[in-house]
C-alpha cells in the first residue's frame, strides 16, 4: 500500500447547520472538541457593491477555500455568511490552524462569482473549547461568536479570554513578483509539466516561509503540499530527507496495492508480498520504486514536494533528487528546494549549479525586506496601527530587513515590556531606552533565559533530539509530568520558539527555525548536554522506528563509547543495505574512534580497508591494512592476517605495482594459504594470480588459474567467492568461447544480485558490456554500459564508474560516434586519475589513442600511443604495450618516420612470435608489418599475410577483420581479388560493418567494386 487507510479526500466535509450541531453533540460524549465561528469582515459592504448573488458567490467560493484548506476530519458548516466549523484538533494545535487560515485568506484572490473582478478577504475567527467555554453544542458556538465579535478585523480570539493583546509577527509581506512565479508554476504542475525552482538566500531570509506560503494555492487546486527538511549534525542516515518524504506523502489520502521491493529499506511500514523473490538489490531500483511512489501519488493528486535546508543534505539524498527530477518531469508534481546562501554553504550551491541549466529550472534569490516592507510587516504585527518614524527606524537599524532577525526581536521587545498593548493601542519606549544592537543568537539568549523551568527543558530536549517529535516523547525526554511537559510545549508554541507539524493525529512540533535549535544547544552546559545526549540515546533505542545512525551520534555525543560503536557499526550495516559506502565509510570511522578494544579496532579498519578498495582510494585502503595487519602478525592469527594480506594485495594491484613482483608475492601467499589449509582464501588468492598471469601476457597459465579457483569456490560453497569465480573464468575464456562467459558472467550477476552485493554488479554489468561490444551487439553493449555507470555512480564506486564510462566509450567509437566516445573516455581518464588506478588510466589512455587515430588526428595519436607504451611497460600488460607500439609504428608511417616505425615494428615482431592466438590491438600490429611489407616490395606476400591476419581474427575479433579488409583492400584486390572480394561479401553485412557509419561508408564502395553479385538480404 502506499498509504494507511484514510478518508476518501482530506478536504473538510461540509453539512447542513442542524447537522453539523448533531455531529458536535455526538463529539462532546467522547472528549475535548474545538469549534470556530468564522465571518469575513465587511460583508455588508461587499453585498452592497457586488448584490446579493455575486456575495452569495463569494460565501460559497470562500466555503470551498475553508475546505481545502483544512483536514478530512473537519467539518464546516454555513449560517448566512457565517461558517461554523467543527475541529478535529486540540486546543494547542487549533490557534495555529486558525491562524495558518487567516494567512492563507489574505494572500488569496478570491472572483466572487465574475472572472472580471478580483476581490481580497480577511476573516475574523472565534474559537470555543469544550469543556472550558461550554458543555453544549450550541453553547460552544455562542462562545466562539462572543469572541468573533471582540475580534475586530483579521484576527482571532479565544472565548473568554478576548482579543489577544501580543503582537501578530507571523505576518507575510512583500515578495510578490516570486509569488507569482511560483503560482505560475503551480498551474503547470496541474497539468502534468514539473517545474524545479531553488529558493536561496542568506539565513533567516525566509525561503521556505515563501514557499509554505503556497499552501492554500496548492490545496485549491486540489493537491497538497509535501515538507521535508534536512537537519544540521551528523546523525541523518541515508535518504533521511527521502524517508521524510515518504512519511509525509503517506499521510495523505493516496491508494495503491502495489507491493514494493527495495522501498521497505527507507520505511519498513511499507508493504512487501509474503512471497516476494530475494530483492533486486539494486541501487537504481530503489530509486526507480521511489520515482513510482511519487508518480502514483501525483496520478491522484498533484503534488508540490517542498524541501528545506538542503545546505546540510546527505549525499545519497542529493543523488535521489538528481536522479527523481528527470524521472518525473511530466508528472503533477513540482520542486522547490530552499538553501542557504554563503562562504560556509558552497557546496549547496555548486550541487545546484549541476542541475541549474536543464529545463523548467529556476532559481528565485531572495534579498532582505526593504523599509517600506519592515513598515508593512510592522503595521501589520500591530493589526493596522501606525507606526513611528523612531520605532521604524530603530527596527530596521537593528535587522537591515532580515525577516527572522526581525521576528525575534519584536517578540524579545514585546516580551521585556518595551513593547505593550494597553488595551487600546500599541505603544513602546522610547528609542534611546530600547536594548542596543543584538545577534540573532543573542537576542535567541535572551528569550530563551526568560522561559519557565518546564518549557525550558522541553526547548533543550527538543533542540538535542534535533528533529520532530511528540508530547509523549518530550515528557520522556524532560522526565516531567505529562501535564507540566504539556504546559511548557504551550509555552513555546506561544511564543513561536516552536511550531506544530499539523498532524493532528500525531501532534508533532518541531523547532520554528533551525538557527532556535542552533542557538538553545548552544546554552547548554556541556554536562548537561551530553546527559540530554544520553537521555535521546537511551529512549530512541527502544523505538523500533529510531534510526540507529541517530541512536549511534547520541551515544557518542554523550560519551558512552561501548554503546556508541555497537551502534555506529550497525549503521553503517544500514547504509551498505542501502548501496551507500560513503555513509558507511563515515561510520566504520566512528566505530573505529569508539572501538573498545584493539581487536575491535582491527576488525573496523579491515572494514574500512574493503571499502576504501572498491571505491577507490587506494592509499587510505594500504594503510589501513597495514595497521590491521601489525595486529594480526602480533597475535599469530594467520588466517586473518592472510585476509588482510589478500586485501592489500589487491590495492597494489591497483597502484601500479608491476605483474612480476605482484605474481611473487601472491604465489607466496598462495603457498601460505595451502599450508593453512585455507581454501577459500587459496581461491581467492589464485584469482589474483589468474589477473596477474593475464597481465603477462599468459592467458593459458590465466585460464588454468581461474578455472581451479572455480572449483575450490563450488566445493566450499561460498557464493560470492563463486561470483568472483565466474567473472574471472569469463574474462579468460570471452574469446574463444563467447557462449560460456556469457553463462558465467550471468551466474555471477544473479548471485551478486540476490546477496545485494553492488560492486560485484556493477563488475558483471561492465563485464556483460564488453561481451556485447566483442559479439557487436552495439544498442545491449551502450544499455549495459550505461546501467553500469548509473549504478556505480549512484553507489559512489567511482573506480567502477570510471571503467564502465571507458566501456561505453570505446564501443561508441566502434559506431563512429566520436566525439560522444572522446567525452566518454575523458570522463574515464579523469576518474580513475582520481582513484589513482594506474591500469584503468592505461586502458583509457590506450583507447583515446585509437580514438585520434580514427580521427585522423596521426601527431596526437603518436604522442598518446608513446605514453601507452611507457605506462604498460611500468605496470606490467605485454598486449597493450604491443598494440600500442604498433599504433605508434602506424603514426610514424603517417609523419614519414619511417626508421622509427621500424624500429616499432622489430619490438613488435618479437612479440608476435610468442603470441600464436588474437588479442585485442593485433590488428594494428599487423597493420604495420603490413604497411612495411609493402615499403619494401613486398607487395606480393602480402595476400598471405592479410589471410593469416583475418583467419585469427575472424572468429575473435570480426571488428579487427573488417577494419583490416577495408584498409588494405585497394593495395591487395589487385594481386588476391577472390581472397578480398570473399572477406568483402564475408564482412560486409556483419553488425560490426553496418553499425559503423564510417566502415559502412568504406564497405559500400567495396561492394559496388567487386564483381560478384551481393545478396543483400
Not at 491508494?255 to 530475494?278: C, Q
Request: net charge negative; proline share 3%; with cysteine.
Amino acid at each position: 500500500m502506499i498509504s494507511p487507510t484514510l478518508l476518501a479526500d482530506d478536504f473538510a466535509r461540509q453539512l447542513p447547520y442542524e447537522d453539523l450541531l448533531t455531529s458536535a453533540q455526538d463529539a462532546l460524549a467522547q472528549g475535548r472538541i474545538v469549534v470556530w465561528s468564522l465571518l469575513p469582515d465587511g460583508m455588508e459592504a461587499i453585498r452592497r457593491d457586488l448584490g446579493d448573488t455575486r456575495a452569495d458567490a463569494l460565501v460559497r467560493e470562500l466555503m470551498l477555500f475553508v475546505r481545502r484548506n483544512l483536514r478530512g476530519t473537519d467539518a464546516i458548516a454555513a449560517d448566512g455568511d457565517e461558517l461554523i466549523v467543527l475541529l478535529d484538533a486540540p486546543g494547542l494545535v487549533s490557534e495555529a490552524v486558525a491562524q495558518r487560515l487567516l494567512a492563507a485568506t489574505r494572500t488569496h484572490v478570491f472572483s466572487g462569482g465574475a472572472s472580471d473582478r478580483s476581490l481580497r478577504l480577511t476573516l475574523s475567527v472565534g474559537i470555543g473549547c469544550a469543556p472550558e467555554h461550554g458543555t453544549t453544542a450550541a453553547s460552544l458556538i455562542a462562545a466562539a461568536r462572543d469572541a468573533r465579535a471582540i475580534v475586530g478585523r483579521d484576527g482571532l480570539a479565544f472565548a473568554l479570554a478576548g482579543r489577544r493583546s501580543t503582537l501578530d509577527v507571523g505576518r507575510f509581506v512583500g515578495r510578490t513578483e516570486q509569488l507569482t512565479q511560483l503560482t505560475d508554476a503551480l498551474d503547470d504542475m496541474v497539468r502534468g509539466v514539473s517545474h524545479v525552482v531553488a529558493v536561496t538566500g542568506e539565513t533567516g531570509v525566509g525561503t521556505s516561509a515563501l514557499v509554505r506560503t503556497l499552501e492554500p494555492e496548492v490545496r485549491m487546486r486540489g493537491g497538497s503540499l509535501v515538507l521535508a527538511a534536512c537537519r544540521e549534525g551528523t546523525h541523518d542516515a541515508p535518504y533521511a530527507l527521502w524517508c521524510a518524504v515518504l512519511r509525509a506523502v503517506r499521510r495523505l489520502p493516496v491508494k495503491s496495492t502495489r507491493v514494493w521491493r527495495e522501498l521497505p529499506s527507507l520505511d519498513p511500514t511499507l508493504e512487501r508480498a509474503e512471497d516476494d523473490a530475494p530483492r533486486g538489490r539494486s541501487k537504481i531500483r530503489l530509486l526507480e520504486e521511489l520515482a513510482d511512489f511519487l508518480r502514483l501519488g501525483a496520478q491522484q493528486r498533484p503534488l508540490l514536494l517542498h524541501l528545506e535546508e538542503l545546505q546540510w543534505i546527505d549525499a545519497a539524498s542529493w543523488d535521489a533528487l538528481e536522479y527523481l527530477i528527470p524521472q518525473l518531469e511530466s508528472e503533477r508534481i513540482m520542486f522547490t528546494l530552499s538553501f542557504r546562501t554563503g562562504e560556509e554553504y558552497d557546496d549547496a550551491a555548486e550541487r545546484w549549479a549541476r542541475i541549474a541549466t536543464r529545463p523548467r529550472h529556476q532559481e528565485l534569490p531572495l534579498t532582505r525586506l526593504t523599509r517600506d516592507d519592515v513598515k508593512r510587516w510592522l503595521e501589520a504585527a500591530m493589526r493596522g496601527e501606525e507606526v513611528g518614524r523612531d520605532l521604524l527606524a530603530y527596527v530596521y537599524r537593528q535587522t537591515e530587513g532580515n525577516p527572522l532577525l526581525l521576528t525575534h526581536l519584536l517578540r524579545d521587545l514585546e516580551e521585556s515590556g518595551h513593547i505593550e498593548f494597553d488595551g487600546v493601542r500599541w505603544q513602546w519606549s522610547p528609542v534611546a531606552s530600547l536594548p542596543p544592537q543584538a545577534s540573532l543568537e543573542q537576542l535567541l539568549a535572551r528569550r530563551i533565559d526568560r522561559l519557565p523551568p518546564a518549557a525550558r527543558a522541553v526547548l533543550e530536549a527538543t533542540a538535542v533530539l534535533a528533529h520532530e517529535c511528540d508530547e509523549e516523547l518530550l515528557a520522556q525526554m524532560t522526565m516531567l509530568p505529562l501535564e507540566d511537559a504539556v504546559e511548557g510545549l504551550a509555552r513555546l508554541l506561544a511564543a513561536e520558539l516552536l511550531a506544530p507539524t499539523f498532524e493532528r493525529v500525531r501532534g508533532g512540533f518541531a523547532f520554528a527555525h533551525e538557527e532556535v535549535a542552533r542557538a538553545t544547544r548552544a546554552l547548554l552546559a556541556p554536562e548537561r548536554l551530553a546527559a540530554l545526549h544520553a537521555r535521546a540515546a537511551e529512549l530512541l533505542a527502544r523505538r523500533s522506528t529510531a534510526s540507529v545512525t541517530e541512536v549511534a551520534m547520541h551515544y557518542a555525543a554523550a560519551g558512552e563509547e561501548r554503546s556508541a560503536h555497537e551502534y555506529s557499526l550497525l549503521a553503517a550495516d544500514q547504509a551498505l543495505a542501502l548501496y551507500e559506502n560513503g555513509a558507511a565509510s563515515t561510520h566504520l570511522a566512528a566505530a573505529a574512534r569508539t572501538a573498545p578494544s584493539d581487536q575491535a579496532l582491527a576488525e573496523v579498519r579491515v572494514r574500512m580497508a574493503s571499502i576504501a578498495e572498491g571505491a577507490g582510494r587506494y592509499e587510505e585502503a594500504e594503510a589501513l591494512c597495514e595497521q590491521a595487519l601489525a595486529y594480526y602478525e602480533a597475535r599469530g592469527e594467520q588466517l586473518l592476517a592472510l585476509r588482510v594480506k589478500r586485501t592489500r594485495m589487491m590495492v597494489r594491484i591497483q597502484r601500479g605495482q608491476s605483474a612480476r613482483d605482484t605474481l611473487d608475492a601472491l604465489l607466496e601467499l598462495e603457498r601460505e594459504a595451502r599450508e593453512a589449509n585455507a581454501s577459500p582464501e587459496r581461491a581467492a588468492i589464485l584469482l589474483l594470480i589468474s589477473q596477474t598471469h593475464w597481465r603477462l601476457g599468459d592467458p593459458l597459465a590465466s585460464h588454468r588459474v581461474a578455472e581451479e579457483s572455480l572449483e575450490i569456490a563450488e566445493r566450499v560453497g561460498d557464493r560470492l567467492l563463486i561470483a568472483d569465480a565466474c567473472i574471472r573464468c569469463g574474462l579468460t575464456v570471452q574469446f574463444a568461447d563467447a557462449a560460456r562467459a556469457r553463462t558465467l558472467y550471468l551466474r555471477a550477476l544473479e548471485i551478486s544480485t540476490q546477496l545485494g552485493d553492488i560492486l560485484r554488479r556493477v563488475r558483471c554489468l561492465i563485464n556483460l558490456s564488453i561481451m556485447e561490444l566483442i559479439e557487436s551487439n552495439w544498442d545491449e553493449s551502450r544499455a549495459a554500459a550505461q546501467s553500469a555507470i548509473d549504478e556505480a555512480r549512484t553507489a559512489g564506486l567511482t573506480e567502477m564508474w570510471g571503467h564502465a564510462a571507458l566501456n561505453l566509450g570505446v564501443t561508441e567509437a566502434r559506431i563512429g560516434e566520436y566525439d560522444t566516445a572522446a567525452e566518454h573516455l575523458g570522463q574515464a581518464l579523469q576518474l580513475c586519475a582520481a582513484v589513482q588506478n594506474s591500469q584503468l588510466q592505461l586502458y583509457a589512455t590506450y583507447n583515446i589513442a585509437h580514438l585520434e587515430r580514427d580521427r585522423g588526428r596521426h601527431r596526437q595519436a603518436g604522442d598518446t600511443y608513446e605514453l601507452v607504451v611507457a605506462l604498460a611497460e611500468r605496470i606490467g600488460q605485454a598486449e597493450v604495450q604491443a598494440g600500442a607500439r604498433a599504433g605508434y609504428g602506424l603514426a610514424q608511417l603517417q609523419g614519414g618516420h619511417e626508421g622509427a616505425a621500424r624500429e616499432a615494428a622489430a619490438r613488435v615482431r618479437e612479440f608476435l612470435d610468442s603470441r600464436p592466438d588474437w588479442f585485442q590491438g593485433r590488428e594494428l600490429a599487423e597493420a604495420l608489418l603490413l604497411r612495411l611489407k609493402r615499403l619494401d616490395g613486398g607487395v606480393t606476400e602480402m595476400p598471405r599475410m592479410f589471410e593469416r591476419a583475418i583467419a585469427l581474427a575472424d572468429t575473435t575479433d570480426v571488428y579487427a577483420a573488417a577494419v583490416l579488409t577495408a584498409e588494405f583492400w585497394d593495395d591487395i584486390h589487385p594481386l588476391a581479388p577472390d581472397l578480398m572480394e570473399g572477406a568483402a561479401r564475408r564482412y560486409g553485412t556483419r553488425p560490426e560493418v553496418l553499425g559503423n557509419p564510417k566502415i559502412r561508408d568504406r564497405f559500400a564502395v567495396l561492394l559496388f567494386d567487386s564483381k560478384s553479385t551481393i545478396d543483400r538480404s
